[in-house]
């Protein structure tokens, strides 16, 4: 079983940067792909961003090219960075794990961490 605790979040103007942090206890291994999701009341929760043990890299249309997604397995830390934030990034973000991955999609069993707070104010 691996362990997810996010931190990072707050509120920032439009414009800014955030760069959230996922510390990673537990059996780690088992779990190949990692990513962040986000959600805001009333809608489903959505891919941002994937890395798989290999390094690499799915992103969101909508974030490509301002978030950037990295791990430092040495510190078994999972981080985004967000630069350039919009308004229409303002959610609850979640650092999530899983065996397999296709994309942005993480299958085979999702675990969750609690979720951090993002606000953008234009």
């Known amino acids: 079983q691996v362990q997810l605790v996010e931190s990072g979040g707050g509120s920032v103007q439009a414009g800014g940067s955030l760069r959230l942090s996922c510390a990673v206890s537990?059996?780690?291994?088992?779990?190949?792909?990692m990513g962040w999701r986000r959600q805001v009341p009333g809608k489903e929760r959505e891919g941002v961003a994937t890395?798989?043990?290999?390094?690499?890299?799915s992103y969101a249309d909508s974030v490509t090219g301002r978030f950037t997604i990295s791990q430092d397995n040495a510190k078994r830390t999972l981080y985004l960075q967000m630069n350039r934030l919009k308004p229409e990034d303002t959610a609850m973000y979640y650092c999530?794990?899983?065996?397999?991955?296709?994309?942005?999609?993480?299958?085979?069993?999702?675990?969750w961490g609690q979720g951090t707070q993002v606000t953008v104010s234009s």
């Open positions: 999530a794990a899983s065996p397999t991955c296709s994309r942005l999609s993480l299958t085979g069993g999702t675990t």
């Open positions: 537990g059996y780690r291994s088992s779990y190949y792909c």
């Open positions: 890395i798989d043990n290999r390094g690499g890299t």
